[in-house]
Nanobody, 116 residues
Framework: QVQLVESGGGLVQPGGSLRLSCAAS????????VGWYRQAPGNERELVAR???????SYADSVKGRFTISRDNAKNTVYLQMNSLKSEDTAVYFC??????????WGQGTQVTVSS
């Protein structure tokens, strides 16, 4: 069974940057798609960015131009580079992987807090 482990969260000031990592215990190519979701207190979990096995990417409108999702195949890791962070980006960020048979895996989450 594949595991996903997030890291890189923390406290950052508005306008700052963070890079989140999602490391897979097996091949990242075992996933049809890998996405980053976030959930703020009292809110639904929402999709932030997704990268498909073929490399295509998509983003939520709220993060377009500020966040970038990428993949390092050799390290079996997906990254989320977050720039120009805003207080409304504060949330727990989760990595999600979907395999071709529709099996879904979630990481444990990493807290991102944007505050002065």
């Amino acid at each position: 069974q594949v595991q996903l482990v997030e890291s890189g969260g923390g406290l950052v000031q508005p306008g700052g940057s963070l890079r989140l990592s999602c490391a897979a215990s097996g091949s990242i190519f075992s996933f049809f798609a890998v996405g980053w979701y976030r959930q703020a207190p009292g809110n639904e979990r929402e999709l932030v960015a997704r990268i498909m096995r073929g490399g295509s990417t998509s983003y939520a409108d709220s993060v377009k131009g500020r966040f970038t999702i990428s993949r390092d195949n050799a390290k079996n890791t997906v990254y989320l580079q977050m720039n120009s962070l805003k207080s409304e980006d504060t949330a727990v960020y989760f990595c999600n992987g979907v395999q071709r048979d529709a099996t879904v895996y979630w990481g444990q989450g990493t807290q991102v807090t944007v505050s002065s």
